[in-house]
């Protein structure tokens, strides 16, 4: 397996920029995760989907950020127009709850840099 | 609201010797689920170990182990025999239901260094 896979695994852009970060989870999982990591919040989770549907998206920060899910094997988060406070460390996270599962899987990480 | 409260930020242990990361949660809900994870410098989050609130033994794997004491609120980490590759950000994290896929609140994490 796999596992989940993030693209891309750095990314450095100017703000004012749109950016798109990329997530496939593993296969048959039915719920996926995006978190975010900075050293002033830790890890916070902005939003996730049970079934390709936004189930809580209260973490997303403002409307600069959305998420989309168009099938279970991808999902993205788009941040339009990026800042330099939005510099991170985005993770994307899966499992499957149909089958019971708890534990979620994380993707690398896309570390992203607004200039 | 849930909330997870990691106060330790940094803690040193010799290579061999058992360690204690101490974590505590609030929270109202009576079903919920305990986690720890792994961050090691590349970055990657590691799952190491996970606790229902309705479970009644502590739960273990491998060289760790949860002590999960519910009265106090708190869901400790114990690791055994340490090595050097644990050497990492360790982080404590809370679901909102237990036995289901829910998110995860996080703390703030402990970062541990092992010596030899």
């Known amino acids: 397996d796999a596992g989940v896979i993030q693209s891309p695994r750095h990314e450095v852009t100017e703000m004012g920029q749109e950016v798109t970060l990329r997530c496939k989870p593993i296969?048959?999982?039915?719920?996926l995760f995006w978190y975010r990591q900075t050293m002033m919040r830790g890890l916070e989770l902005l939003i996730y989907f049970n079934n390709n549907v936004p189930i809580d998206d209260s973490g997303m920060p403002e409307d600069r950020f959305s998420a989309k899910m168009p099938n279970a094997s991808f999902s993205t988060l788009k941040i339009q127009p990026s800042e330099p406070r939005d510099s991170a460390v985005y993770f994307c996270?899966?499992?499957?709850?149909?089958?019971?599962?708890?534990?979620?899987?994380f993707g690398p990480g896309t570390r992203l840099t607004v200039l | 609201a849930q909330k997870i409260t990691q106060t330790q930020p940094g803690m040193f242990v010799q290579e061999k010797e058992a360690v204690t990361l101490d974590c505590t949660y609030d929270t109202s809900d009576p079903s919920y689920g305990l986690f720890w994870y792994k961050q090691p410098s590349s970055g990657e989050m590691i799952f190491l170990i996970y606790?229902?609130?309705?479970?009644?033994q502590n739960a273990t794997e491998g060289r760790y182990s949860l002590n999960f004491q519910k009265a106090r609120k708190s869901a400790n980490l114990v690791i055994s025999a340490s090595q050097l590759g644990d050497s990492a950000m360790y982080f404590c994290a809370m679901s909102d239901n237990t036995g289901t896929a829910s998110k995860l609140t996080f703390g703030t994490g402990t970062r541990l260094q092992v010596t030899l």
């Open positions: 996270a899966s499992v499957s709850g149909t089958s019971g599962g708890i534990r979620q899987f």
């Open positions: 296969s048959g999982h039915d719920y």
């Open positions: 606790q229902g609130s309705y479970d009644q």
